[in-house]
């Protein structure tokens, strides 16, 4: 049966869906955009298309700004998730409210009233996991750490939890009520083994992996990628790929264990699936993609080990379909140049002879552009890939949207300091090719940073990006509205705003944040805060 690649068809588990839905919990307005997914849909495009509020024109200064602060209890790096209509049916402000989702690492989970700033509920899920090993790339605790992912068909919010248990650190999925944020049902504690390759045993240990890349709602499932605290523990620290049936939270017969090996030279084992906390990607097929870290060299096989790597797993978890190495992946073990620092993007259908494509980048710098029904496998002679090119080192995950001067595809890189603007080119061969360039976004941590792209249907489109925070008195982060053109070759992309949103004291570990644009708001999570930007006055606000 062949696939398509339109975001309607992605269902109930779209992250943009333009719907009326009407269950105990919540009511999705008509006209209103829901964010219920990392970086707004399963192939991670990091495109809301239904945004006729925000324009080129009004995203400027006097006329765009900050409308609220809100107070949070700990640093976020899950992205925000938004709802209008929700029926909010516990605490002291029950009824209807368009919500903004925000969970932090403090393990709370804070709904919040888009337009007042008011926070509506807080449940906390248990204490946070001081320091995890000494680890310190996060903060001070980690416990919630991947962005949730919402079913609005359900109303429910899907979020792993990372908890002190007596017994020791603990992670469990829970399924949550849009309207009280209580468990549905009891909640699932992550447990998993694997057979390695001399027959015995492994164990999923939670002490010695950590939750990062964004849930993935799709073909009726949640699926979770872990991978490591810092690298630390080699020996017993792995990638895992796990899932359950959604509603039940039932756990999968069949996982996948990225490093089967049973012994190495060096003791050190992990191929993590980390990705800057870049959400897990599907296809039209449900099949699962995420890109793969470091491993201890020379042990990659593509089979009993998949380090540095595009993977590619059908959906229920039981087998491998593609992937893609590039070929100085032994060097890039060596170095702990990781390719898994970055995500993979899935693009939307295009026309030509190859119609699926899929982008990624890692820490060196290199974007691969993929045939993603023939990812290309592994060469130590040359990467059997569409095209090879340098954005900068990408602890980063990259965008997309259809541009409005010539309706052709763009994918949005950010790696480096450095928002790039590439066309898709179909015919007569398959390529990018770089139009714009920003200047600096700045900052400081490792290279590379998220974006956001808003636009009416293809109209009035907005980059949307995030700086890691500047090298000056409580490490600022700031917000940039970028306007592309539209496709002079090699043009500066124009800065249409830019101002403080947010701060991130924690320089050792990396502010992996996304902006979020819906409804003619843009949220920005950080340390304790959640900022609310939009039209002064409360123009950004359609009803």
Not at 96 to 110: I, K, R
Request: hydrophobic share 35%; with cysteine.
């Amino acid at each position: 049966m062949p696939r398509t690649r339109r975001l309607d068809r992605l269902r109930g588990f779209a992250a943009i869906a333009l719907l009326i839905f009407v269950s105990a919990s919540a009511r999705l307005a008509v006209g209103q955009t829901a964010v219920t997914t990392y970086h707004y849909d399963n192939y991670r495009t990091g495109w809301n298309q239904n945004e006729s509020v925000l324009t080129p024109a009004n995203v400027v200064k006097g006329k765009f700004g900050l409308l609220h602060t809100v107070t949070l209890d700990d640093q976020v790096d899950a992205q925000p998730l938004v709802v209008p209509g929700v029926l909010i049916t516990a605490g002291n402000s029950q009824g209807s409210h368009d919500v903004a989702y925000v969970a932090t690492e403090g393990n709370t989970v804070f709904a919040i009233d888009v337009h007042s700033g008011a926070v509506l509920l807080n449940p906390n899920f248990g204490p946070a996991v001081p320091n995890p090993l000494g680890c310190t790339n996060n903060g001070p605790r980690v416990g919630i750490n991947s962005t949730p992912v919402i079913d609005p068909g359900s109303s429910t919010l899907y979020v792993m939890i990372y908890t002190q248990d007596k017994s020791g650190p603990a992670y469990r999925l829970h399924a949550l009520d849009l309207g009280s944020l209580t468990d549905k049902i009891t909640p699932q504690l992550v447990t998993a083994s694997h057979t390695l390759t001399n027959g015995t045993t492994f164990n999923f240990n939670a002490k010695y992996q950590r939750q990062r890349p964004g849930l993935l709602l799709a073909n009726g499932s949640i699926y979770a990628g872990f991978g490591s605290f810092c690298d630390f523990a080699g020996n017993l620290s792995r990638g895992w790929l796990l899932g359950w049936t959604a509603g039940s939270l039932t756990p999968f017969p069949a996982n996948q264990l990225l490093d089967q090996q049973a012994t190495n030279q060096d003791n050190f084992f992990l191929s993590s699936i980390w990705m800057s906390g870049y959400g897990l990607a599907a296809d039209d097929g449900g099949n699962i993609l995420f890109v793969t870290g470091n491993s201890d060299p020379n042990t990659y096989d593509g089979v009993t080990n998949i380090q540095e790597s595009v993977v590619k797993i059908s959906p229920t978890l039981t087998t491998v379909l593609d992937l893609f190495t590039p070929q100085n992946q032994v060097g890039l073990d060596q170095g702990d140049v990781d390719f898994g620092s970055g995500g993979a993007l899935v693009l939307p259908d295009q026309p030509g002879s190859i119609s699926h494509l899929a982008v990624a980048s890692g820490k060196d710098g290199n974007m691969y552009f993929m045939n993603e029904d023939n990812l290309g496998g592994y060469s130590p002679s040359k990467n059997n890939v569409l095209g090879t090119y340098y954005v900068g080192g990408c602890w980063c995950g990259h965008a997309y949207y259809v541009d409005p001067a010539d309706g052709v595809g763009r994918v949005v890189s950010s790696g480096g300091s450095n928002v790039q603007v590439w066309k898709i080119q179909t015919s007569p061969k398959v390529a990018l090719t770089r139009l714009e360039v920003s200047g600096s976004i700045g900052g400081q941590q490792d290279p590379g940073f998220f974006t956001t792209i808003s636009s009416n249907g293809t109209a009035n489109p907005i980059i949307w990006a995030l700086n890691r925070p500047l090298a000056t008195a409580k490490a600022p982060l700031d917000l940039f509205a970028f306007n592309p053109d539209g496709g002079k070759k090699k043009s500066a992309i124009k800065l249409l705003y830019r101002s403080r949103a947010g701060f991130w004291p924690n320089l050792g570990g990396n502010s992996n944040l996304v902006p979020v644009v819906a409804n003619g708001e843009v949220f920005v999570a950080s340390n304790k805060v959640l900022e609310i930007f939009g039209l002064i006055g409360g123009k950004a606000r359609k009803k």
